[in-house]
């Protein structure tokens, strides 16, 4: 299994004894820093093309459960001139790697946390892909081992690093439009069925499929597309608002300047269009109170226009204006009567922002810190939460939901046309109603509700199992 560095434990959390916690490094300004990369079927691949432009940056390693993507991953690397990386496809052969200062890594969501606290335990500062974690308990468990254990851990919300965003942020911040009450983020992002798989799935050959599952259930396959699409199962994935939506949900919390968690949540949708074996819902509205502002938050998986210019993007309502962010980088802010005052434009580098962390062991220098990663996912967790403990209501029904938010109202309203115009009959039909959950801020945890708190964590498969403390 393992080293002493990263020794994993059957139910008991992760390590034996704490004295096997690799204590932190120094790097200092001229060091090469040696990265692992793992986890590149996709967005990791990202991270090879982002750490292959930094300077005194190494790719030592490259790790995927799948070892067909070894290869192509390899040649990136060569391509650029550089030495060719090893190549691992237990990530624990990683961490057991004295040489290693760092991972880079874009698994799957259900490993987030726990390969990032077993990797701070082994004395690597981590860069892990958004969101933060899975569920809500696992971003508190890796802000703890982050502090505990002196590492870096920036989170993959590279938005936090844009130039772009960034001076949009600023600008409401200063009070340019006036007091925000609303912040609206947008994933109106077209996603066609996954289709019906005939039974059991077989799983590709080279890839470790009980490493790949880790902490989540030991059960077969049982969608026609193995890589990916798991986003849209419970069991390792938050559906598209912990896909897409995390770095909209990220960018409304950190504009509204909320650094805790809210008062209340409530997540509403339902899964419309077709019928595929996904779980979560591609049509999905949520809404998060904090007493004096909100977020709605707006998942549209069938095709939509924009709304004020945005698809993918983040609408700051202010009582002088409005800043509409359009994509990762870009955005503008208008009058009360859609004047255009200031356009926001401008990149950045997460990744050098990550090295540059690294250097200074501050990780205040992180634009994305683990903290602000995991307060954001929680958003994300406390709606999906409320919406799958929720029950099946009529469409004619919810107008009385929403009490006196006008806001809200006008959004549901205007998701009903959404299925209209994508011809989804509605009239008879039924949406699922999540329950409004309670927060109590402080223990991050929800009010009187047992159901509702039995989800803020999961029942996971030993020996691949996050603590309950560090």
């Given at each position: ?406 806001e809200a109202v006008e959004t549901y309203e205007r998701m009903q046309e959404h299925l ?33 708190n039995a989800m803020l964590t999961r029942e996971y498969r030993p020996p691949f199992v ?5």
């Amino acid at each position: 299994m393992f080293a002493a560095a990263a020794a994993v434990t059957a139910g008991s959390g992760l390590r034996t004894c704490a004295q096997e916690v690799k204590e932190p490094g120094k790097i200092g300004p001229n060091d090469r820093i040696r990265v692992a990369v793992i986890g590149f079927n996709g967005q990791g691949r990202g991270h090879i093309g982002a750490l292959l432009g930094l300077k005194g940056v190494e790719i030592a390693t490259l790790c995927d459960v799948d070892k067909n993507l070894h290869a192509g991953a390899v040649k990136m690397v060569t391509d650029k001139g550089r030495p060719a990386p090893k190549c691992e496809q237990d990530f624990r052969r990683v961490l057991d790697d004295p040489s290693i200062d760092a991972i880079s890594s874009a698994t799957p969501n259900h490993w987030h946390a726990l390969l990032s606290i077993m990797a701070m335990q082994a004395g690597k500062d981590v860069y892990i892909e958004k969101p933060a974690c899975h569920n809500v308990t696992e971003g508190r468990r890796m802000v703890q081992a982050a502090r505990k254990y002196g590492r870096i851990c920036q989170i993959g919300t590279q938005c936090r690093s844009m130039k772009g965003t960034v001076d949009a942020i600023r600008y409401v911040h200063e009070g340019k439009i006036g007091k925000v009450t609303v912040a609206r983020g947008l994933c109106y992002k077209s996603r066609n069925s996954i289709g019906k798989a005939d039974g059991e799935q077989p799983v590709p050959a080279g890839v470790d499929y009980d490493i790949w599952l880790g902490p989540a259930p030991k059960v077969p396959v049982r969608r026609k597309r193995f890589h990916y699409d798991w986003h849209w199962f419970w069991d390792y994935g938050n559906g598209d608002l912990g896909n897409q939506g995390i770095h909209q949900m990220d960018i409304a919390r950190w504009g509204l300047n909320k650094n805790s968690l809210p008062k209340t949540a409530t997540g509403l949708g339902g899964r419309f269009g077709y019928e595929d074996d996904g779980q979560t819902p591609n049509t999905h509205l949520s809404f998060i109170d904090y007493g004096d502002s909100q977020i709605i938050f707006e998942v549209r998986g069938l095709k939509t226009p924009d709304y004020r210019g945005a698809g993918v993007g983040v609408v700051f309502h202010g009582t002088e204006g409005y800043v509409v962010l359009t994509s990762y980088t870009k955005g503008a802010a208008f009058d009360l009567d859609g004047k255009k005052i200031v356009d926001f434009n401008g990149v950045g580098d997460h990744h050098a922002n990550f090295i540059k962390a690294i250097r200074s062991r501050e990780h205040t220098d992180l634009t994305a810190d683990v903290l602000e990663g995991h307060l954001s996912a929680a958003l994300v967790h406390m709606a999906n939460i409320s919406y799958r403990i929720g029950s099946d209501e009529p469409f004619s029904a919810q107008s009385k939901s929403f009490g006196d938010n006008k806001e809200a109202v006008e959004t549901y309203e205007r998701m009903q046309e959404h299925l209209k115009r994508n011809a989804v009959p509605i009239d008879g039909a039924k949406y699922r109603l999540g329950k409004k959950l309670i927060v109590d801020a402080q223990k991050e945890a929800f009010v009187g509700d047992s159901a509702a708190n039995a989800m803020l964590t999961r029942e996971y498969r030993p020996p691949f199992v996050v603590p309950a403390s560090l």
